[in-house]
């Protein structure tokens, strides 16, 4: 099971990126996917998950209204548009899959499988 996360990179505050994470070795039909996000010095946290039938979103607050969280089935892959970007979002962005119950989505423990990582940078 490999989750390759990519899209990463440097952005001026207020600017736009969207990571990928495509799965190989693993169907995502029936996971919740979700991206976590890890700054220097900080505690790896929850950022956003979407459920296997895109019906149910989730999002920490700080990114609601600004980062979309998407999935696309046949290309077993899922995204994170990350709009009006803060020098706050800089992070290492993860990507996970997992079948978590409600109370875990949140939860780095709700996640069975995790991918490298992709550098974002947002500079003021």
């Known amino acids: 099971v490999q989750l390759q996360a990519s899209g990463g990179g440097l952005v001026q505050a207020g600017g736009s990126l969207r990571v990928s994470c495509a799965a190989s070795g693993i169907n995502l039909r029936g996971y919740t996917m979700g991206w976590f996000r890890q700054a220097p010095g900080k505690e790896r946290e929850f950022v956003a998950a979407?459920?296997?039938?895109?019906?149910?979103?989730f999002y920490v607050d700080s990114v609601k209204g600004r980062f979309t969280i998407s999935r696309d089935s046949t290309k077993n892959t899922v995204y994170l548009q990350m709009n009006n970007l803060k020098p706050e979002d800089t992070a290492v962005y993860y990507c996970?899959?997992?079948?978590?119950?409600?109370?875990?989505?949140?939860?780095?423990?709700?996640?069975?499988?995790w991918g490298q990582g992709t550098q974002v940078t947002v500079s003021s």
């Open positions: 979407i459920r296997w039938n895109s019906r149910h979103t």
């Open positions: 996970a899959a997992g079948i978590p119950i409600l109370s875990q989505i949140r939860e780095r423990s709700g996640h069975g499988y």
